[in-house]
């Protein structure tokens, strides 16, 4: 018999980024902590959802996109088996996003790009590719649930593979 596996994935990204969208998208049910804020609603403490296939269980953690909130994201950061780094290409990457690449990089976990927003006209998302060292980086649109599905499948794939070697 073969035990479930289990993985926390955090998704880092800058306000706006997607971040909730895309765990709605992957879990209609999925738990959001908001405040009201200058241009809507933004994510405080966290988001939670949770995807289940073939023996796998990804529970996604989105993290907020404010800097004010770095205390939440070291928080839900903790015991992380990967991560996504989640960026809206109709915008440069500002300094927070690069701050996030930089943090995620210092802490040696594993983590992917996702670049959003790609169907949108007027973005190149190759001019993304590069800027985020050996990171994987991948198109999807945070409203396409197989999309966002596959993607973060695969890299959860890389995941599994890389702690069965460790033990």
């Known amino acids: 018999m073969t035990g479930e596996t289990k993985l926390k994935i955090v998704i880092f990204g800058a306000f706006g980024a997607g971040k909730t969208t895309m ?29 289940q296939k073939d023996g796998l269980t990804v529970h996604l953690y989105g993290t907020p996109g404010q800097e004010r909130f ?22 440069p990457v500002d300094e927070f996003t690069r701050h996030l690449s930089d943090y995620l990089h210092g802490a040696q976990v594993p983590f992917v790009v996702f670049l959003n927003r790609c169907e949108n006209t007027g973005v190149h998302p ?20 197989q999309q966002c599905m596959d993607a973060l499948l ?12 460790h033990h």
Do not use: K
């Open 23 to 51: 765990i709605r998208t992957l879990d209609p049910g999925a738990t959001h902590i908001e405040a009201n804020c200058a241009g809507g609603t933004t994510t405080v403490a966290l988001d939670f959802g949770r995807i």
């Open 154 to 165: 695969e890299f959860a794939a890389t995941l599994t593979s890389r702690s069965r070697g």
């Open 70 to 91: 770095g205390f939440a994201r070291e928080i839900v950061a903790r015991g992380m088996d990967g991560a996504v780094l989640l960026i809206d290409v109709s915008s």
């Open 126 to 145: 190759d001019a993304f590719s590069g800027q985020f060292g050996s990171s994987g980086i991948r198109a999807v649109s945070a409203v396409d649930r």
